[in-house]
């Protein structure tokens, strides 16, 4: 069936959950994963008064979501190890979420992206829409979205 499994995080408790259930679903498949986390694209700019970020800052920020990517994966490469899953990583920074999940699965030809439902609010999730239902949108893949 499924051979090659992409399981993004963001770090969330939710996300935890489901990596756990991705990396379950495929030791019973006998397929590999491939974990995957998206940096967030940082503005050029601050928030405030549109001042723009200095090189040092812009570079400080880059490394520390670097950072805190590595150690979201680090957790997933580790429960993998422990059932037996073949598991390398991947860190993108793409324009959005749910692009670089997409293209992850692309690149790396997995054939099915299972991936938490994050539990927004009701009210932002209809004026912002989920990272999941972007990705069900714009996939051609299968994704198996874990309650």
């Known amino acids: 069936m499924f051979k090659h499994v992409l399981l993004p995080t963001d770090g969330s408790a939710v996300a935890r959950k489901a990596l756990k259930a991705g990396i379950r679903l495929a030791r019973e498949l006998g397929a590999r994963v491939t ?3 998206a940096i967030d694209a940082t503005p050029p ?21 670097h950072e805190q990517g590595e150690k979201y ?34 690149s790396q030809r997995c ?14 999730t209809l004026l912002l829409g ?9 996939t051609k893949l299968p994704v198996l979205v874990y309650r």
Not at 45 to 51: D, H, K, M, V
């Open 73 to 106: 994966l680090a957790e997933v490469v580790k429960v993998a190890k422990a059932a037996g899953v073949p598991c390398k990583t991947l860190i993108t920074r793409p324009a959005t979420a749910h692009q670089g999940i997409v293209a992850a699965a692309r």
């Open 45 to 65: 700019y601050s928030y405030s008064e549109g001042y723009l970020l200095g090189n040092t800052l812009r570079k400080e920020f880059d490394k520390r979501a």
């Open 111 to 124: 054939d099915v992206i299972f991936m938490a439902s994050h539990g927004r609010g009701d009210f932002a």
């Open 35 to 37: 974990a995957y986390y």
């Open 130 to 138: 989920s990272v999941t239902q972007k990705v069900l949108a714009h």
